[in-house]
């Protein structure tokens, strides 16, 4: 993914942006009415009363402002619904929703549409003909409210709910692993063995202290080319990493100057990122595990339910050959990067709920039945990640179950047997 579009992704995904963009809309709509009454007909302004136009607008003026003040309120209930239930690292993705953030940006532009209209009618810009335009698009804009209004009613009977927030959390580990089995190196050269990479390399370490969210690739690509160089990653999207550690090592690249711009490639922030990092999807998912199997919440069905998701989302590593772009040659053949191991993602996914779970059986019995599907998958990887997550989960719960026909039951079904 190129840098700039790394940077209109998250700028896309800010509330302001498209209120602002509304905004301006309703003020250009509200003042080109201006310009196009000299194309009207000197008696269709009859057709409708004088104060039609401006009826509509006051009532537009007096009730928008109040229906955007209600829809932010339901939004920050929503948010802090989602941090108490689910998991403070969910709300990122309530906040980025598309949904919301038209209908708060269809409300606030009526609004304004509305209040530039009043004003340039007060002020007698618009002329009989003009009026007569301004009545027509203030009929499109209450029928553009009017589906917004319904379709956002729909919605925030389900904003910030639990089911609701996982399906997001899902999608958003979904797609990021989509994209990383698309590219597994990020369009540079596999790095299988670190004992590949020279002793010489100098080492580049990290300015800022956080997790890497996204490589500029290109960037690095364009440093190795212009000096002959190599790059061996090492910090990938989700690590952290401080001043003692290492982004990569560099190869016959001795330049200083090179050498300082490599750490511009690497944006480091104070939060992990859904989009380039796919094991931070999975790793949210198993918080709200965690947290609906813990004393407090003792809602083993959420995790039950999140164990089904893991499944979904872990067995799109049986296709990636699917997945995979057709033409698999290195595009930045000078920057060599470790690939996506399905032991890390079956890591961040299920050890925790094994933990916790490990006592409950309905849970634990859920686990087993996990890996066995995984496992049924048939990809070499999953079967290996499922049997040494089963036989570990296993342990767990012989230890935990007090019940003897619990614990034949739990081994019969388990992929370690007894």
């Not at 700039?4 to 809309?25: G, M, Q």
């Not at 310009?35 to 104060?51: L, S």
């Not at 750490?263 to 922030?269: L, R």
């Not at 699917?322 to 698999?328: F, K, M, S, V």
Request: charged content about 20%; proline content about 5%.
């Amino acid at each position: 993914m190129p840098r700039w579009l790394w940077f209109l992704k998250i700028l896309s995904s800010r509330l302001w942006l498209w209120t602002s963009i509304y905004a301006a809309v309703a003020v250009v709509t509200a003042l080109v009415s201006i310009y196009f009454k000299q194309f009207i007909p000197e008696d269709w302004p009859r057709m409708i009363g004088a104060d039609a136009a401006g009826g509509l607008l006051n009532i537009l003026a007096s009730s928008m402002l109040a229906v955007t003040i209600f829809s932010v309120s339901t939004m920050v209930a929503a948010y802090g619904a989602a941090t108490s239930s689910v998991t403070p690292r969910a709300t990122k993705l309530l906040l980025e929703d598309k949904i919301s953030h038209n209908a708060l940006s269809v409300f606030v532009g009526s609004f304004i549409f509305s209040i530039v209209g009043l004003v340039a009618l007060q002020a007698g810009a618009y002329g009989e003909a003009g009026r007569l335009i301004l009545f027509v698009v203030t009929i499109a804009v209450i029928s553009v409210i009017i589906v917004t209004l319904l379709r956002w009613m729909e919605y925030v009977a389900r904003l910030g709910r639990v089911n609701e927030t996982i399906h997001k959390v899902e999608d958003a580990a979904a797609l990021a692993l989509r994209e990383r089995l698309r590219q597994p190196y990020l369009g540079g050269t596999a790095l299988m063995d670190e004992s590949v990479i020279p002793m010489d390399s100098h080492w580049v370490f990290a300015s800022d202290i956080g997790y890497v969210q996204y490589i500029d690739m290109s960037h690095l690509s364009q440093v190795a080319e212009d000096k002959g160089g190599t790059i061996y990653v090492f910090a990938m999207p989700g690590k952290f990493v401080d001043p003692a550690q290492p982004l990569v090592a560099v190869a016959g690249i001795k330049d200083p100057d090179c050498l300082k711009a490599i750490p511009k490639a690497f944006i480091i922030d104070r939060e992990r990122s859904f989009r380039q990092d796919p094991r931070y999807g999975l790793a949210v998912l198993c918080e709200i595990a965690t947290r609906a199997l813990s004393p407090a919440i003792n809602d083993p069905g959420t995790a039950i339910h999140i164990i089904s998701v893991g499944v979904r989302v872990l067995s799109l590593w049986a296709k990636r050959s699917e997945l995979a772009e057709d033409d698999q040659t290195a595009i930045y053949p000078r920057v060599h990067v470790p690939p996506l191991r399905a032991d890390d993602l079956f890591d961040d996914m299920f050890p925790p709920i094994a933990r916790d779970g490990a006592g409950i059986m309905e849970a634990a019995l859920r686990l087993q039945k996990a890996f066995i599907s995984l496992h049924g998958t048939g990809d070499a990887d999953l079967q290996q990640a499922a049997q040494a997550h089963a036989r570990l989960a296993l342990k767990r719960s012989l230890r935990a179950l007090t019940l003897d026909e619990d614990k034949e039951r739990i081994s019969a079904t388990s992929l370690a047997g007894g």
